[in-house]
């Protein structure tokens, strides 16, 4: 059991420096270090358990690749009957923090570097050139995330393909007939509410709660 914890602790803590950002890509990635500890340490973590806690990881608001550290770390407490032992809510709060952790440090080094350079002509330089690509990423990431929002049955970064339509998944199912017609107008309107509360100065964590409360008003989540 410890060789065990400390493979799956050592292999969290790899995974966060060999994948970039957070998304499904991580998939592939834990597929393959569940499958490692399954045939070589004696965890018990089947295909079977594997699909299932990628489908609620999916299907949970945040990170992907904080969600399965936090899952890694529950499910190598499998026993044999597929059952969770005690110990495995101290081993996936040790997994998570493997994950996060390392981001945490290196940001924080980061900043420090970035004040200490700030008058440097090369850091200025780089920097230069570093803003343009920075902002191309995170309106790649805004597209990809509106079109995924905006259409449920279109997903991106899965493991079998970057770009998928998959009209039996959850959501293509959740938001369809009348919900999928609202979907479509619901979300330019708090997309631009937003904006105007942002020029306004409205608190974000407002405009968030409202948002969440005309979400389960219109859709009515319970109902389905």
Known sequence: MTLLIFMSVLLVFMSTFIVFGGGQIFIPVFSWIFTLLSENFGAH???????KAFAVMNATPGIFGTKVALFTGY???NDATQEGQWWGFITMIITYLCAVIPSILIMHLA???CAKNKNNVYFIAINKYMKP????????????????????????NKSD??????TENVKSKVFSEWRLYALYAFVPMVIIATIVAQRKKIPLL????????LALVIFQPWSI
């Open 45 to 51: 973590i089947d295909s079977e358990i594997a699909e």
């Open 75 to 77: 499910l190598i407490s």
């Open 111 to 113: 900043m420090k570097l």
């Open 133 to 156: 690509v920075m902002s191309a990423i995170v309106i790649g990431l805004a597209i990809q995330l509106f079109i995924g929002t905006l259409l449920p049955y279109v997903t991106f």
């Open 161 to 166: 393909s970057y770009f998928l339509i998959n």
């Open 206 to 213: 407002y405009t968030i709660l409202i948002a969440i409360v």
